[in-house]
Each structure stands twice: as C-alpha cells, then as structure tokens.
C-alpha cells in the first residue's frame, strides 16, 4: 500500500492552495491530493450556469502567495477556474492529483499512526487503499452529486424544462423562453441578469426577500495601487484593504443592525426608485449577515429589473400547473422553463466514514478545535471557510495550520496529534459549529457537524483577526493537544487492562 505523509482531498481551491502551502513550508514531506471528479477546480468546475461568480472580491478570495491579476475583482467562474489552474500548473501539482478517485472511508489504526484511505474508481474497477499519517481534508461542505430540491406538488405535470443550477444543461436554449427562477439567494440573483439578456422574460421568484448590495466589478482603488506600486505590493495593500472592510461592514451589522439595514435599503431605493415596493421584495425580516449578502457587480440585476427585462415575485408556490407556477396569491406565472436555485445540500468531510481503531466516529458528537480539528479524533483536519468574508482567507490560515503542525511533530519525534477535552472544558457551554447564520441549507445541515464551545480553542469564531492570533500566532503545543506515537496494540491492550483494574 502507497504510503503518504500527507494526503489532501479535494483539487479545488482549497486543496490546491493547501498544496502550494506543503511545498513552500514542508518540501520533505510526501503528498497527494485525491479527486473525486476528473479536473481540477472544485466548484468552479462543477458549475456553469449562466453568468457564475464569485461572491467575494478576488483580491481576498485568492491566494495570499498568487496575486489576482485581472482588473475586475468580482470576477466570472471561468476566470476564477483558469486562476486555480494556472496556481496548480505553475507548481507542477497536476503530476501530485489522483483524478476519478472518490473518497469513501478512512479508518485511523493508533497501533500504526496511521489513516487507510479507500478510495473507488468507477464501476468495474477495482477499488484501491492508500495511508498516510496526516489526512487534510479540503473538499468543502456540499454535495457535489445534487443541489437541494424540496418537493413541489405538480411537478410533474409541468410540460416545459426544469433545471437545477449544479446541473445545468450545455445545450439549453432560452432566448426567446419565459423563464421563472425559485431561490432568493446568491445563485438567483447572479441568473437573473445573465438570463434576461436574451430570454423573453425572467422572474425570480421568492418566498422572502434578501439584502442584496450592488458594488462596482472593477476596484477603482485597486485600479490605481497597480499602476502605481510593484505587483505583490500592490497585490498585499488591496487584500489588506479589502479584509479592513469587510471587517467593518460586518462588525456594524452586529453593533448597529437597524442603521445597516436602513442604510443597504437606501441604495436599493436609490436603484430601483421610489415607486418600486422595496419593502415587499428587497426588505428582509432578518438583520444584515444573519444571512449572507447577496453581491451584484456594477447593479446588473437591478439595471435587469429597470429595463422590464426581470421582474421579481415574493410569494409562495401553491403547486406547478403544465405551463408554469400557481402561487398562494392567487396570481399564475408562466413559464417555458423553470430554474430550481433552492441551494445545496450539505456533505460534512466529503461524504465518507471515518473510523478510529474500529470505532466509527460520529461528528456531531465531538467538539471543533479551532474549527478545523475534532475531539478524540488524532492527525485529521478540516477546512470550513468564512461565511462572513472569503472562505480562502481562512482556508489558507488553515493550511498554514497544517503546515506548523506537520514541522512540529517531526521536530518533536511523534507521530499522533489528538485535540482531548480538559476537565476544565467537560462543562463548558455548547454551541453549532456556525452560530449566528440562519441561511436554509445550513439549518437543515448544522447536525452533521461537531459543536463548538463557549471557550478557545473550542470556539469556531468567523473572525479573520481572532483566528491570526488562535491559528497562526499561538504556539501548536498547548494544554489541549496531546502528543504520542504508535503504541504496539498488544502493549495498549496491557495498559488500557492495568488502568481499568486501577480504576476499580
């Protein structure tokens, strides 16, 4: 069995960063990165909808060591798929990932330090086992096989075409078509402009409304710090600025929700007009990052709206008729083609089960350390991005985590690192692992996951300045992490028997 001292799964941003972090701080350890798929790129390759995008500037949802070149900083999923892989090109990772291997079962042996990965290839191949001593997981938190699509009574009686977004059709046609899309989230409101530029009419539709906050696709700041300074300095000044800002913007939704509120429905106003029914379709009954805001460049769904080329419809579905959608209201919305952007469906740790000397683990029973690692649970991290900011700044605070960590075992000769509970922490107050943040697919996923506690380093805090300090500037060992190395099983046998006659 091939043997690694590092695996990392997933080829996606993530993973691929986390990659170029093992190079750069750990060029004596031995990696690969497993891939479910057969490309690189995570979700920037599973999607292609119409008029994809990131939801965050790119100048703080790059690599912190790949400068983000292009001038717009809300920039199109093609552009972000070349951007991750040119980064793994440029490092020769392609020669590192196993492609077509999906992750199913990992069962960590303390006898050998040691996790046994099964990984299968595909119908009528034979399945095949790797181990490695530190197993990095970085394969985010979706399921990557189907979106969530909650049950729609009549949905089969609808005679046009129903898409979900995670599988959208290369060849589908609607130019011309009435398109109606369900969903009020990041996904909806990226589809809406891109559809109306050539479809007859497109109306999102939505059970509530969502803040949403237009802000140029280009950084004019950014614009003139590239002119002016050298590349990489340029590139450190932006992203400083960048994660000052949303710092403050999200720091004032939590000290002052009523003034955000009326503040962000004021440029919405400033938009749309003052005849347009901002209160029924723009004004939600949530404060300001209670969920995430939705983000459009240069205010291209609200220019869609204006036009008379989008409408937007807050109502609920009473059931699908064979032309379209009845609403609750009364009111019927015809369609030839209805887009399902309902969201995700959560898959914690890639979907796979994970087993500790034989036991299975089941995650919401243990308790997040730092929010990447898990009680009881030795040489297993996880990456869980921002939900507040760019899952990348804390993806590659982990990394470098990971890294750290990698050094120090070896500079301490072990080989196990377990986050234990301290008495101390048996009675601390419990928490989900992402709290404050009520979006749908997260209320119906936060079970699949560890809790955090009320104290460090047990509390996940999605808070970029607090994690510098708990991730990357405290010191590994602490009075948390134990240390060890392999103990031959009859041995622990023999101790773990002398421990329970003690005990009695």
């Known amino acids: 069995m091939e043997h690694f001292d ?64 292009d001038p717009k900083a809300i920039a199109d999923g093609p552009s972000i798929l070349s951007y991750v892989q040119e980064a793994a090109a440029e490092r020769g990772l392609n020669e590192h990932i196993r492609f077509g291997h999906k992750f199913t079962a990992a069962a960590w042996s303390s006898s050998d330090s040691r996790w046994t990965l099964q990984l299968l290839r595909g119908e009528g191949v034979e399945p095949v086992q790797i181990s490695c001593n530190v197993l990095f997981v970085c394969s985010g938190y979706y399921n990557y096989a189907h979106g969530y699509l909650p049950e729609f009574t009549g949905s089969d009686e609808f005679k046009g075409q129903t898409v979900h977004p ?88 939590r000290s002052k929700p009523e003034s955000v509120k009326r503040h962000l429905l004021g440029l919405v106003r400033k938009q749309l007009g003052p005849d ?36 937007v419809v807050t109502d609920e579905i009473e059931h699908f008729t064979s032309t379209g959608i009845a609403l609750k209201s009364g009111q019927t919305l015809e369609a030839d083609i209805i887009v399902t952007a309902t969201g995700l469906d959560l898959k914690v740790l890639g979907g796979a089960q994970y087993t500790v000397d034989g036991e299975a683990v089941n995650f919401p029973d243990t308790h997040s350390y730092k929010g990447m690692m898990f009680s009881g649970v030795p040489n297993l991290i996880y990456t869980i991005g921002y939900i507040n900011a760019s899952w990348t700044l804390r993806s590659e605070l982990v990394a470098e985590y990971v890294c750290r960590l990698v050094n120090r075992m070896t500079e301490l000769r072990v080989s196990q690192c377990t986050p234990r509970l301290r008495a101390v922490d048996e009675t601390m107050g419990m928490n989900p692992m992402i709290a404050d943040f009520s979006p749908g697919y997260l209320r119906r996923g936060l079970h699949l996951f560890p809790q955090q506690g009320d104290r460090d380093p047990w509390r996940n805090t999605q808070n970029y300045a607090l994690d510098k300090k708990t991730i990357r500037n405290q010191p590994i060992d602490d009075d948390v992490l134990e240390f060890a190395n392999a103990a031959p099983a009859q041995l622990r046998s023999v101790d773990e028997a002398a421990q329970s006659k003690s005990a009695a």
Not at 19 to 39: V, Y
Not at 43 to 56: A, E, K, N
Not at 234 to 242: D, G, P, T, V
Not at 278 to 301: G, M
Request: net charge positive; with cysteine.
């Open 276 to 311: 347009y029914d901002i209160e029924k379709h723009f004004t939600p009954s949530y404060n300001p990052w209670d969920q995430r805001l939705c983000l459009v460049p240069d205010a291209d769904l609200f220019k869609a709206i204006k036009a008379g080329r989008a409408d």
């Open 166 to 253: 995670q599988h959208w059709p290369e060849d589908l046609d609607y130019a011309g078509k009435r398109v109606v899309i369900i969903g009020s989230g990041a996904t909806a409101m990226t589809l809406v402009p891109a559809m109306a530029k050539t479809a007859a009419k497109v109306t999102m539709l939505q059970r509530s409304p969502t803040y949403v906050v237009s802000m140029p696709a280009e950084d004019p700041i950014a614009g003139v710090l590239r002119k002016m300074l050298p590349e990489k300095l340029a590139y450190r000044l932006i992203r400083w600025k960048n994660v000052q800002m949303q710092r403050f913007m999200y720091a004032r939704t």
């Open 6 to 69: 590092v695996v990392i799964v997933g080829a996606g941003l993530s993973g691929i960063g986390a990659a170029r972090q093992l190079q750069d701080k750990c060029p004596d350890k031995r990696f690969t990165i497993i891939e479910g798929r057969d490309t690189i790129g995570g979700t920037w390759d599973l999607f292609r909808y119409p008029g994809i995008r990131s939801d965050s500037d790119m100048y703080t949802m790059g690599y912190d060591t790949k400068p983000w070149l």
